[in-house]
């Protein structure tokens, strides 16, 4: 079997930051798969599973009620490996165009006070595994280290 495509990438140089991880095209639609990698992999620890399973929650419900991509939005999750997470929209995008996007949503994130959306038993298969905390601070360390500061090597995949 080939390799799917987020196995080709050489993710010994692979810094944080917002890549197109693919593009898919559905008749005339194009799905734009992002790699939104907020720590670096094999060299820095991954993120726990209750701060991303927050990140998860807080982004979702952010995009899903953005006023220019909430129509857009097809799936927002973690990564297996606990890097990242991955954001798919409907049309053909670069990383460049959604920092505006990204950065609000991280803004979001980190200034969230209240109850966490969905983390109930009613609406989550996992509701008590959260830590808004964490993933305030793992914001504010993304927007600090990347996306204020974002450059050509943290949009386009290492070779």
Request: with cysteine.
């Amino acid at each position: 079997m080939k390799p799917i495509a987020s196995f080709t990438i050489d993710h010994l140089r692979l810094l944080p930051g917002i890549y197109v991880s693919r593009k898919d095209t559905f008749g005339e639609s194009v799905i734009t798969t992002f790699d939104l990698r907020m720590t670096r992999p094999n060299y820095e620890p991954v993120m726990n599973n209750a701060e991303l399973h927050t990140i998860e929650h807080l982004a979702a419900t952010f995009l899903r009620n953005h006023a220019d991509y909430a129509n857009k939005v097809i799936y927002f999750g973690p990564m297996g490996c606990r890097t990242g997470c991955y954001l798919l929209l409907a049309g053909d995008y670069e990383s460049k165009d959604i920092v505006p996007l990204i950065t609000e949503m991280f803004e979001f994130i980190r200034d969230f006070e209240g109850e966490i959306s969905g983390a109930a038993a009613i609406n989550c298969g996992n509701y008590l595994d959260q830590n808004l905390d964490m993933a305030k601070y793992l914001a504010n360390r993304y927007l600090t280290n990347i996306l204020y500061q974002i450059k050509e090597e943290n949009l386009i995949y290492p070779n």
